[in-house]
């Protein structure tokens, strides 16, 4: 009876040891974005034909011509609707988060063009680890300026 109590008590005890601070997680692999694109002379909506890419950043050093060189990578794109709104979703992964692991905020820019108007891009960071409403960044009014 006794020795019955010890396995029971090993076979509880050796998950805990083995994945002490593990736990799965619902990471954002890409940031949700949504605001409204509008004209800064009138405030009135630009509706459709407004395109809105996401990219994000990566950068790495060029021994041979000895410079840092950063580019973004578009991974998304999406367009205004009638009211001059866009929406991307976040995507997310199910990974393993490890008990003390730093995730660091990633680089994102955000690229809005339309033609008669400049071009305009927004730089922002974002953690992986966000979750719910904060996987999405508001960003509310976004101001083009027209072409001269």
Same mark, same amino acid.
């Given at each position: 009876?006794?020795? $019955?109590?010890?396995?029971?008590?090993?076979?509880?005890?050796?998950?805990?040891?083995?994945?002490?601070?593990?736990?799965?997680?619902?990471? *954002?692999?890409?940031?949700?974005?949504?605001? &409204?694109?509008?004209?800064?002379?009138?405030?009135?909506?630009?509706? $459709? $034909?407004?395109?809105?890419?996401?990219?994000?950043?990566?950068?790495?050093?060029?021994?041979?011509?000895? %410079?840092? %060189?950063?580019? *973004? $990578?578009? +991974?998304?794109?999406?367009?205004?609707?009638?009211?001059?709104?866009?929406?991307?979703?976040?995507?997310?992964?199910?990974? +393993?988060? &490890? %008990?003390?692991?730093?995730?660091?905020?990633?680089?994102?820019?955000?690229?809005?063009?339309?033609?008669?108007?400049?071009?305009?891009?927004?730089?922002?960071?974002?953690?992986?680890?966000? *979750?719910?409403?904060?996987?999405?960044?508001?960003?509310?009014?976004?101001?083009?300026?027209?072409?001269?």
């Amino acid at each position: 009876m006794r020795r $019955n109590n010890y396995r029971a008590l090993a076979s509880l005890l050796a998950p805990l040891i083995f994945c002490a601070g593990c736990f799965p997680f619902h990471y *954002t692999t890409r940031p949700g974005v949504q605001g &409204i694109v509008v004209d800064q002379s009138t405030q009135s909506p630009i509706t $459709n $034909n407004v395109s809105v890419s996401l990219a994000s950043f990566y950068g790495y050093w060029d021994e041979t011509n000895k %410079v840092h %060189v950063c580019e *973004t $990578n578009i +991974i998304t794109t999406a367009n205004t609707d009638l009211a001059g709104t866009f929406k991307i979703r976040p995507a997310k992964k199910w990974g +393993i988060y &490890i %008990v003390p692991m730093d995730v660091f905020s990633r680089p994102y820019e955000l690229i809005i063009s339309r033609t008669n108007y400049e071009l305009k891009k927004i730089e922002f960071s974002h953690n992986p680890m966000a *979750t719910g409403k904060g996987a999405t960044v508001q960003l509310g009014n976004i101001q083009l300026i027209p072409e001269k």
